[in-house]
Structure formats: C-alpha cells, structure tokens
C-alpha cells in the first residue's frame, strides 16, 4: 500500500476506521502470502486420443489419453457433463440429488471414432479428441465445447482449467448473473468473483454482488443454458460471431471460461425459454414465494435515526393517501452498528412500534450483515466463539476484517452447525418486530483501500465437511447465508412464509428468497444498469429482484426520480432506497408535480398487485420470471434479441421505461400479435416498430391482444378480471392465482380463455370438466372486432 491508497482510505472510512482497514489488508496479504506459495512451473495438459467407453444409463463414461469425461442426459433432456470424472455433487447450486438418468438414451459410437447420447430432446456428440457438440433432436448443434486444457502446479495443488466453446454465429449470449452492462452480453471480458464495488456502480462497472458461471444463449437453432457448476474465481470470455465474415464464412459467438481450480463440470438446459427456466428451476430449486405484502410499494433509507423520523415518514404517506406496505430499517438502528442489537436510546420500543405501524397495513424488514464485532460481551461474539462457527485461517486463528462496527469475525456458512447457530439469532429479529429480512455486506466485505474488499484467500472452511478455503467458498458466502436465515426463520415462524432477499448469491439463490441491484449510481446510466440487472437475474433463475429506485449515493432530479419510480412500479421489488447524505427518496420531497406522478405509478402496482401474486406463483411452480426480455416468446426474432429498453411482465403485457433524459416520445419494438396502448387503447400490429408518446406523468405500457389480466376494482378492491378483446379470428387467455395468505396454503390456477362471438367479447373458465362461464367481473378493454 503506498501513501495515495492510505490518504483514499481514511477519507473513506474515517481515520481511526480507515486505518483500522489498511492494517487488516496488509495483514490479509501477509496470510496470503504465507499460506498461499505461488504455483510455480505448471504442466499442461489436455484429454488426448479417445481409448474406451462404458455404456450407462443415460450416457456413459469416455475414456481418453489424459481424462475421463462422465456424461449423463435426463428423461427431461438435461445434459450434465463432467471431465476427470467429475460427478454431480457436491453443489451449492443443486437443490437436492441431480435428475434421473434417461433410460432410454445410451452411449453408442459415432462417426469419426466418437460417441453420441441420443435422446428424445437433445443429442450430446463426443469427438474421439474429447469436443462435445449439443445438437437438437434434427442435427442443429447449439454448442460445441472444444477439448478443454488443464494447468497443473508441478509441485501438487489445485488445477486451473480453460473450456472455449464455440456457439451459432447469430447467438446472442445473457446471464452470467448480475451484470449492469446487460442483459445482452457483449463482445469483453466478464469476472466471476463477487465483489462490492466500493459505494456504487454504472453500466460497465463489473464484477459486481453477484456473479454465476451461467450463460443463456439465445440462437435461430434454439435456446440453451450452459451452467459450469465450479464456485472458484474465473473469468468468462465472450466474443458474438458474425454471418458470412471473411469470404463468405460464418464466424462463430465463442465462449471461454477460465477458472483459477475447482471441477471442470457442466450442465446444459435446451428448449424454449420457458422451458429451459422450467428445467433451470428444476435443477436448481424453486424461487421462495415472497409473501404477498411484499409485492406492494416499500420504502428504505440509510440514516433514518429515530422512531420519530419513521413515523413521519409512514404519516406524510399516510396524510398523502400514497400506498406503503414495507418500511425497511437500516445499520443506523443498531446499538453501535452490531447485528442483532438495537439503540434503545433512538427507538426505545421498537416492538411496540412495528406493532403500531402493522397496524396501519406497514411490515418493517430489518438489515442484517455478517460481521460480528470482535467484542467480548457482545453476545453474538461470544455465541459464535462458543460453537467455533468463525472462519480461521490456516494456523487456526479467527480471520478478523473492518466492517461498519470496527474490527469483525465472519461466520462460516459452509459449516452446517455455524448456520444453524445463525438462524437462531433472528428470533430476536421477530421479537423486536420485524417480518423480514434483508442481507447486505455478504459478499463478504472487509474494508480495504485496495484489491478485493474481502477475505483472505486463504481463510479456511467448512464446505460441509470437505474443508477448503476461501478461493472456493468467497462466491457461495451470501448464498449460504441465505439458507441459513431463511432455514432459521421457518423453523422459528413455521406458519409463515420467510421473506428474505440479499446482496449477494450464486446459482440456486432463488431457492431463499431474492435480491436487489445494490448501491446502483445515482444518474440515468444507474436508472438503465437496474433494467439491465433485472433482466439478467431473471434469465439466471432469480425472479425476485429490483433497484435502489432514485439511485443510492446522489440525489436525483425530479425528473429521474419519476421515471426511477414509474420503472421500480413494474418490477417485483420496488422499493426506494438512499444512502446517508444522498438526500430523500419520499415521492413528495420532489415537488408537487412529481408527486402526483408518482400517486398515478402507485395507483396502477396496487390496482395490478393481483396480478403480480399470479406471477409470484408461476415464477414458483415454473421459474419463470415476473420480468421478461421481449424476445421470450419469439426468441427466433432477431430485432427483439437485440432490444434491451423494453420488457415483458408476464405474458400480457409489455412495459417501455423512459431511460434517457427529456424524453417524452419513444421508439417500442413489439412482438408478433396484436398489442393495445392501455393509455389511449390505440391498437397495433406486430411485430414491427411504433412511436408513442411518453409524456412525465406515465411511459407507455402495451396488453396484448385476447389478455386475461386479474386486477383490483379500484372502487372497491376486489378481484376483476380485465380482459383485452381478442383480434377477429384469435383467440387469448389468462391464468389468475388468488392470494391465500402469507402461509403455506396450497393455491389453485384458475386457467381463463378470451374469445369473440357475435361481435362480444366472452370469457370462460377453463376446467378439468370442462369450459363455463367467469364467475368473476369482467372489464373488456380494447377495440372490439
């Protein structure tokens, strides 16, 4: 550390904090340096000539030269691949034991000396020099993964690996995890580290909280996800390809991943979208159903310092007669900044006031970090230490970082008896009041004025028993933690379902609740980075997501903030946020004007939050997400692929946000089908592209022709099913899944066509029995004929 980063660090944190920080970053490199020797010379090596194979069920095992490459297909059409045998399990990102083999489908020899697995939906072809090529069930190949190379240390240790697959020229690649610059990935080079990028990020920053060695391809061929199922630090390479580059010749979209050790393992998903996020989930679990007061409007500030600033935030919505269902408290609660403790003095009854503010329709969700303060006395500290649930280094010492409370000791997650000691902390989170929760910090971060704001590398852990370090535990720590509060919480509240959303993750995070953007930049580039990451989360298998809406570390023009607030009013979690000294994120702190169009973005969340409990459902029951790229039902279009502005929610309709400043009027490419404006109920045909206008107080929104859409009865707020007239000769429909709670009670689809006869547009149940009339109110919108 020269002296520029130790000037930078104390005006960060402060001096006693910053210097408290820089000493544990070196102290962190010294460990490192000790317990991690350099890898020194290196031997290559590669899979060599085919030798043998041994037919299984559902593929086989193939011998080469220098490797063994293990191959398994499910009944379902998903493929898994493993080199130096490499098996399924153990994963983080499993939600239990990995699919059936597919009887049916067997090893058998190819052409050319390799061998193929033929199965009803996909083919897997192995060349006698170790390529793997997935194919669909007509010959197309989606993917080709070219004989991976291994670096092995000569002196023993773990082995870095490269894997560069090859795609079709026309692909277009996403995921990957939260990226900002999405949710098309283009041509660069993209970290899988979980990282916190020090206070806030734009389009371009990258890594960021949450990364995931998850790539969904999207091609004329068909769609696949290809998942590396390896939690170490890599890199992911993507360069698209081009049709008819360079003497007519198509160049393909490459893909390379390189990791720093771990398993060289693969899952691949093909079908359609819907599809592939219906195997996804199936693989890796199905989203947690958030409880239905948490699709509602929320509002969260760092710094709201008392319960006197807390109520008059809750009355000014209150007296302004704007909706609030979530009120979240941040670190500024706590007793010193420690988890789990309360200041007495700034919220002397914080049971009695959730009490109070549940009475009035508003849930408090408290914060929750990692780091413990290494105090002794402090109860949390002492607990830990009691039952050895702290990371240690190699010498078996507690690995310490600086964190808000000062010098910290970091759980184990990967230790199954650490998490389960965890969960049992919340309970004094329900006893103060709380109904949920939010993690922050768990990446994990440990200050630092340089590198990576985390632990050592060398750090050890548990990894359920297998032992490791860090290198392969950093990406899993947030995920873990995740199990452990939601498992802590069912077991404490088991009528209840648990709302939980965090930071960071990893594959299989949906599993345990949801997450949010993080500290996204203040600015219009922060305002299109949270679309981005919505979108890009969602096609990971993460439904549950949205921004910090106005940006967390400046304060937005009125402006901005309307067109933040009308975006976050569409997207699962919406919720304000801003951090101290970013200025205020109440609708009414922005002028009269702006309030009002607020009150008109709230107005339609509340009226359509029937709607999004359907969707929570059906993310749920088939992982797909509530927010959608435009391409989702016709991913054969190639405009659509390309457009990255606009987006789906559910099937019905079709959301284009203001993301540029001055903007009144905007460009919506459409999807094939008849489409409504539902402000003017202008039709229009797609696909194609149409202009239409955007003035402050709305953006447009388009239903799709023949929708079923359950809404609330803005008189009396009960369910309406809201119904667009079909085109002449087409049909439409709906599925609606009423609200049972916030339990565990079993929901019904109830499944609804649209039709039109004799000029009137009629709508009916569709049953097991068989087709009679809606119960329900029926409003059709739209022009009909």
Request: with cysteine; net charge neutral.
């Amino acid at each position: 550390m020269d002296g520029r980063e130790l000037v930078r660090s104390v005006k960060v944190l402060g001096s006693v904090q910053g210097l408290r920080a820089a000493r544990s970053a070196l102290r962190q490199r010294r460990t490192d340096a000790r317990a991690l020797p350099p890898r020194g010379a290196e031997r290559a090596r590669v899979p060599g000539p085919v030798d043998t194979a041994e037919p299984l069920p559902g593929g086989g095992i193939v011998r080469f030269a220098r490797s063994v490459l293990r191959i398994s297909v499910s009944a379902g059409g998903t493929v898994f691949w493993g080199w130096d045998e490499a098996g399924p399990l153990p994963s983080y990102a499993l939600a239990g034991e990995p699919p059936e083999p597919d009887p049916r489908a067997v090893l058998e020899p190819d052409t050319d000396g390799g061998w193929r697995v033929v199965s009803e939906r996909v083919t897997v072809a192995v060349s006698r020099h170790g390529a793997v090529e997935v194919r669909t069930p007509g010959g197309v190949v989606l993917r080709r993964d070219l004989p991976p190379r291994w670096w092995e240390p000569v002196r023993g240790g773990a082995a870095r690996w490269v894997q560069r697959s090859e795609v079709p020229p026309d692909a277009r690649f996403f995921g990957l995890g939260g990226r900002s610059a999405g949710p098309r990935l283009r041509d660069g080079s993209y970290r899988l580290w979980n990282t916190d990028p020090k206070g806030r990020f734009a389009p371009g920053d990258d890594p960021l909280y949450i990364t995931m060695p998850v790539q969904l391809v999207v091609a004329d061929a068909g769609t696949h996800l290809a998942f590396h199922d390896n939690s170490w630090d890599g890199r992911v390479v993507l360069a698209e390809g081009e049709e008819g580059a360079g003497s007519g010749h198509d160049r393909p979209g490459t893909s390379e991943v390189r990791m720093d050790g771990g398993p060289l393992r693969c899952w691949v998903v093909v079908g359609t979208p819907a599809r592939v996020l219906h195997g996804w989930a199936a693989l890796t679990g199905a989203p947690a159903l958030p409880p239905s007061w948490a699709l509602g409007p929320q509002h969260a500030r760092w710094g709201f310092g008392s319960e006197h600033e807390v109520r008059r935030v809750v009355d000014g919505y209150r007296d302004r007669e704007l909706p609030l269902s979530v009120l979240h408290l941040d670190i500024d609660h706590y007793d010193g900044h420690r988890v789990f403790t309360v200041d007495r003095e700034r919220f002397p009854d914080l049971p009695g006031l959730a009490k109070e503010l549940r009475g009035r329709g508003v849930r408090l969700v408290s914060i929750v970090d990692p780091a413990v303060k290494v105090e002794p006395g402090n109860e949390v500290y002492d607990g830990g230490r009691a039952v050895g649930a702290f990371v240690r280094d190699d010498r078996g010492d507690e690995v310490h970082g600086v964190v808000w409370p000062g010098e910290c000791a970091y759980p184990d997650f990967t230790d199954p008896e650490a998490r389960k000691w965890w969960g049992t902390l919340y309970e004094e989170r329900l006893v103060q009041g709380f109904s949920g929760v939010w993690h922050d910090m768990n990446e994990p971060v440990s200050f630092a004025p340089f590198g990576d704001q985390t632990l050592p590398r060398s750090a050890r852990h548990s990894l359920e028993g297998r032992g490791g370090d860090h290198r392969e535990a950093h990406n899993v720590y947030g995920l873990m933690m995740a199990r452990a509060g939601y498992e802590g919480l069912r077991a404490l509240r088991p009528e209840e379902r648990p709302f939980l959303f965090s930071r960071s993750g990893w594959a299989g995070m949906q599993r345990y609740g949801g997450t949010w953007s993080g500290d996204v930049s203040t600015g219009w580039p922060g305002l299109r980075a949270s679309l981005a990451l919505v979108l890009g989360l969602g096609l990971c298998g993460v439904p549950y997501s949205g921004p910090d809406v106005g940006g967390f570390d400046g304060s937005p023009s009125p402006e901005l903030f309307v067109r933040w607030y009308q975006l976050g009013a569409w997207l699962p979690l919406f919720r304000t946020h801003a951090a101290i000294g970013a200025g205020r994120r109440e609708p009414w702190e922005f002028g009269p004007e702006a309030l009002e169009h607020a009150r008109v973005a709230l107005a339609e969340r509340e009226r359509l939050r029937p709607y999004f409990v359907t969707l929570s459902r059906l993310a749920r029951m088939t992982g797909a997400p509530y927010v959608r790229p435009v391409w989702w039902g016709s991913p054969e279009d190639r405009a659509l692929r390309d457009c990255e502005d606009a987006f789906l929610l559910g099937d019905s309709l079709l959301v284009a946000p203001v993301l540029t400043r001055g903007t009144d009027r905007r460009a919506v490419r459409l999807p094939r089908g008849r489409w409504y404006d539902t402000a003017t109920g202008q039709p229009y045909e797609g696909p194609g592209q149409v202009l239409l206008d955007a003035p402050l107080s709305r953006v447009p929104v388009l239903a799709r022709a023949g929708a079923v859409i359950p809404v609330r009865d803005e008189e009396d707020g009960e369910l309406v099913l809201e119904v667009w007239a079909p085109a002449a000769g087409r049909t439409g429909g709906g599925l609606v899944v009423r609200d049972t709670g916030d339990g565990w009670e079993p929901a019904e689809i109830e499944r609804y066509q649209s039709r039109l006869t004799d000029g009137r547009v009629v709508v009916e149940r569709v049953t097991d029995e068989g087709v009679r009339e809606a119960e329900l109110p029926v409003r059709v919108r739209g022009v009909v004929g």
